[in-house]
C-alpha cells in the first residue's frame, strides 16, 4: 500500500457525520500516530480517549490469566476504539492495541461522551455502529465454533483487507494464531493450504491476496453476513475528500504553532 494511498484515508464514521457535526468537533481531534502494538487501552483501566483509526488496524482482545488471548473485534477507518464511552462507562474487559501501524484521529473521552449524549446525528450514527458491532460479535462467535480454521482464517483476511482498503498488509502467523486463539503450527498449516491454491501470498511477515474471489468462496458464511450488516447500517456515503482536507488542514495547524 503506497504512502498516498494511505494519505488520502479517512475515517468513515467522521466522513458520515453532518458538517455542522462535524465541525463542532474537528477543534477537539488530534491526528496522531498508532504504531504496531501500542496498547490504546487496557482491561479495568480508564479509557481516557477515543480513537477513529485512519489506516491503522486495531484489534480487541480477551486475555486470560494463563496469558492467552483471542480477538472479539477489529476496528480500522470503517469505526472507533473507546466504545464503552458511550454506553455509560469508561472501562472495560478487553484490551485495544494496534495490529497494523498508521494513524488516526484522537479525541478526549469526556468530550465525545458530552457530545453523544447531546442526541442528534452524532449518537445515531455511534448507534448504528454499535448494531454493527452486535452483529460482528454475535456472529463471530458462532464462527469460532461451528467453522474450520481454513474458513475462519480465509474471513479474518479479507476483514483485514477490508478495513485497510488493501490487498497487502504485514502480519506473522504467530500474531494471527494469537488473534484467532488458535496455535501457531493450526494457522502454518491453513496458510499453506491457502497460498497452494493461489489464494495468498505469505512471506516474512507480508501478505498479500492474490485471489480474493478464490478467498471469499473459501471463507465461511460469517464474512458476507457481517459485511452486508455494516453496509446496510453505516452505507458507503461519505464526505471523503472534505474530511481529508479538513483532517490535512488541522494537522497543518498544529504543525504552525510549533
Not at 458520515?16 to 504504531?35: F, G, M, N
Not at 466504545?83 to 478487553?94: K, R
Not at 473521552?109 to 448507534?127: C, H, M, P, S
Amino acid at each position: 500500500m503506497s504512502e498516498n494511498t494511505l494519505k488520502l484515508q479517512v475515517n468513515k464514521l467522521l466522513a458520515a457525520l453532518p458538517t455542522s457535526d462535524y465541525e463542532r468537533l474537528l477543534p477537539h481531534l488530534k491526528l496522531v500516530s498508532l504504531p504496531t502494538r501500542q496498547v490504546l487501552y487496557e482491561p479495568g483501566e480508564p479509557i481516557t480517549h477515543v480513537y477513529f483509526p485512519q489506516n491503522a488496524v486495531v484489534s480487541i482482545v480477551t486475555c486470560m490469566r494463563d496469558g492467552s488471548t483471542m480477538e472479539v473485534g477489529i476496528v480500522s477507518n470503517e469505526g472507533m476504539v473507546g466504545i464503552p464511552i458511550i454506553l455509560g462507562s469508561n472501562t472495560t474487559t478487553t484490551k485495544a492495541f494496534v495490529q497494523v501501524a498508521g494513524a488516526g484521529m484522537q479525541i478526549d473521552a469526556d468530550v465525545l461522551r458530552t457530545e453523544f449524549n447531546r442526541g442528534g446525528a452524532i449518537q445515531k450514527l455511534l448507534l448504528r455502529y454499535v448494531r454493527a458491532i452486535y452483529t460482528e460479535l454475535t456472529q463471530s462467535c458462532a464462527c469460532n465454533r461451528l467453522h474450520s480454521l481454513e474458513e475462519r482464517l480465509a474471513r479474518w483476511l479479507l476483514t483485514v483487507s477490508d478495513r485497510l482498503a488493501s490487498e497487502e498488509f504485514p502480519l506473522t502467523q504467530e500474531f494471527i494464531a494469537q488473534m484467532l486463539g488458535v496455535r501457531r503450527s493450526g494457522v502454518t498449516v491453513a496458510a499453506s493450504t491457502l497460498s497452494r491454491a493461489g489464494m495468498i501470498s505469505y512471506q516474512r511477515g507480508h501478505i498479500k491476496i492474490l485471489n480474493r474471489e478464490d478467498l471469499e468462496a473459501t471463507s465461511c458464511e460469517c464474512y458476507r453476513v457481517i459485511q452486508k450488516e455494516f453496509t446496510r447500517l453505516l452505507g458507503n456515503k461519505s464526505r471523503r475528500i472534505g474530511v481529508a482536507r479538513t483532517s490535512a488542514a488541522l494537522s497543518d495547524r498544529r504543525r504552525h504553532r510549533q
